[in-house]
């Protein structure tokens, strides 16, 4: 088995801040993903990469700049957060066209 | 465009009932269908998926799925619910072509009554 991190699990942040969200996994899996949560509005896709060093825009990708530098590892920056903005962001990876394995999320406060 | 549609937000029901989840989509190409599990704090969990064949695909924890290509539909059922099923969940789908793109519902709240 394997399993998916994310740090931190809450993050607070001022207006116009930049923010790093981070995540590991230690499956080996090539494809990791990012998406945002909004209540109500289920899972949009921010970026997702298919191998180390490469970068694939999401419908979401606005505001947002991506990392992956490792293949293990899968960097998500928000460029400028904005006030009020509260979602939880959620890290995959995957192997397989159907089944991708989720971190436990971090949760984005913006004061 | 790809769309999934889960139409029911909420779901209440009591311990023992049984239950369906209902997801359609729009897609116009061979894809695979999934349906995912999100408790309370955590991230989604994989749950059954349907690509060919047998049009009933059985999950975890007594879960099972029904594709229908004539209603473009995926719904998930269980016979008898425990109180642990409660949870939000999610249907999705994913492109059999190139990398993985998955496309997700606004999910279903289930909540199971003791």
């Known amino acids: 088995g394997g399993i998916i991190t994310q740090t931190p699990k809450f993050l607070i942040g001022q207006e116009g801040q930049k923010l790093t969200l981070k995540c590991q996994q230690n499956?080996?899996?090539?494809?990791m993903y990012w998406y945002r949560q909004d209540s109500g509005k289920g899972l949009r896709l921010i970026y997702y990469s298919i191998t180390e060093n490469d970068l694939q825009k999401g419908d979401l990708s606005e505001g947002y700049d991506a990392s992956r530098e490792k293949k293990s590892s899968f960097s998500l920056t928000v460029t400028s957060a904005q006030k009020n903005e509260m979602a939880v962001f959620l890290c995959?990876?995957?192997?397989?066209?159907?089944?991708?394995?989720f971190g436990p999320g971090t949760r984005l406060t913006v004061l | 465009t790809q769309t999934v549609s889960q139409s029911d937000a909420h779901v209440t029901v009591f311990e023992g009932d049984s239950v369906e989840l209902r997801c359609n989509y729009s897609y116009g190409g061979s894809i695979y269908l999934s349906w995912y599990i999100q408790h309370h704090g955590h991230g989604l969990q994989f749950l059954l998926k349907?690509?060919?064949?047998?049009?009933v695909v059985q999950g975890v924890n007594g879960f099972e799925a029904e594709f229908s290509k004539s209603d473009s539909s995926f719904h998930l059922r269980k016979a008898s619910v425990h109180w642990s099923d409660s949870a939000v969940y999610f249907c999705a789908v994913s492109a059999n072509t190139g990398y993985q793109n998955f496309y997700f519902g606004k999910g279903t709240s289930l909540t199971v009554i003791p």
């Open positions: 499956f080996n899996h090539d494809t």
């Open positions: 349907y690509y060919s064949g047998n049009p």
């Open positions: 995959a990876s995957s192997i397989r066209a159907y089944e991708q394995y």
